[in-house]
């Protein structure tokens, strides 16, 4: 006989699932409001639909009514039933305006998007074993990747991460030869090379189009004399001797995490640093039962694993490996010393030596 339903939970359940689903059905309305400009038109203050409409450059007040309605049910701007007006409050604009902000999470409502969009390609790989090239992930996954993990890079790699190595810093500071590997459209090679001006950075990551918009990236910024982005995959970086490597949220992607660090061994010079960011894990998968691992396991799910399994070997570590599996996998390319040397809520940094 079946078990009987407890009404109290099931209430609770459901009321959960509410919830879950009402995040899952703002993911197009926010990616609208990110795009046509109606959370920034509202950072400059309150406005009823029509004033927001008049702002964001002339919309149709019906559509934006709508919109602004499903995001004061959503809880992410405010509305004010005697005024008509809705509002953004200053937390609301760090996380929806405030692109330095570094809990400016717009980015995130571009990877679901990519997630969903990819469902077909994982849903083959689940049958057959396969993976998915980087690619070949819907939209624009790369330039989703690269502005989800920019906030974080803006606000920690230079203020913590970094200082925590050990003396890393003083010598980015005299000048050393810097490899960022795996570094997509390029965010935290120019972070560094605009906080170090004395050091020479190259950028690698094996995905083409990622290291051409780094190029765009670096003429932008005036930074393309002192960094350069090359195509490569990890156990093909080139050159010898480099002070420092550094991995920003990218070793797990690869295929063959083990193979790329005793690469890392080979380039390196002796007393250099590899300084490996990661997602925040636990060191056990019930640790990482929490808002944070549910977010990257489900990436995981749909990106990270099908990244690794299409590869060479296809370790497929996963988006929560956690610290004592990574370290087994340094320690496997020939690096006596592994530490945490930083962590956050949504990163852990190690320095391998
Ligand atoms: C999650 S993204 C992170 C990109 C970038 N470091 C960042 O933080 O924005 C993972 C990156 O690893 C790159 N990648 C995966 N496997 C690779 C490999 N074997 N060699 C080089 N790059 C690789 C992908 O092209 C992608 O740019």
């Given amino acids: 006989m079946a078990a009987p339903i ?146 974080g890079y803006v606000n920690h790699i230079v203020q913590t991460w970094i200082p925590a190595l050990d003396g890393v810093e003083a010598k980015l500071h005299a000048g050393i030869r810097v490899a960022d590997i795996g570094c997509g459209v390029g965010f935290s090679t120019l972070l560094m ?38 195509v490569a995959t990890a156990k093909e970086v080139p050159g010898r001797d480099f002070d420092l490597v550094t991995m920003y949220d990218c070793l797990h992607d690869m295929g063959d995490p083990r193979g790329c660090a005793k690469h890392m061994r080979e380039i390196l010079a002796p007393d250099g640093c590899w300084m490996i960011v990661e997602p925040m894990a636990g060191n056990r998968p019930e640790d990482n039962l929490n808002p944070v691992g549910r977010l990257y396991y489900n990436a995981s799910t749909m990106i990270c694993v099908p990244t690794s399994l299409d590869q060479e070997v296809g370790e497929g570590l996963g988006a929560q490996a956690g610290e004592p599996k990574l370290a087994e996998v340094i320690r496997d390319g020939g690096f006596a010393h592994v530490r945490r040397a930083a962590d956050g809520p949504f990163n852990m940094v190690l320095e391998a030596r």
Wanted: aromatic share 10%; net charge negative; with cysteine.
């Fill in 6 to 151: 407890d009404e109290a939970k099931l209430n609770a359940f459901v009321g959960k699932m509410l919830g879950d689903l009402g995040g899952a059905m703002s993911v197009p309305t926010v990616r609208l409001g990110v795009r046509l400009g109606l959370f920034d038109a509202l950072a400059t203050g309150p406005a009823t639909s029509a004033e927001l409409a008049q702002r964001a450059g002339g919309l149709h007040e019906r559509y934006v009514r709508e919109w602004a309605m499903a995001q004061a049910a959503n809880g992410y701007v405010g509305f004010d039933p005697a005024s008509r007006e809705f509002s953004l409050s200053p937390e609301q604009a760090m996380v929806f305006h405030h692109a330095d902000s570094p809990v400016y999470l717009v980015a995130a409502y571009e990877m679901v998007a990519a997630m969903v969009e990819a469902e077909p390609k994982v849903e083959e790989c689940f049958r057959n074993g396969t993976g998915v090239r980087w690619g070949d992930h819907a939209g624009c996954l790369f330039c989703a990747t690269g502005a989800f993990f920019r906030p």
């Fill in 193 to 230: 090379a605009q906080a170090y001006p004395q050091s020479q950075f190259t950028g690698y990551d094996f995905h083409a189009p990622s290291i051409e918009e780094a190029r765009r990236h670096a003429l932008a910024h005036g930074l393309a004399d002192r960094v350069q982005f090359e």
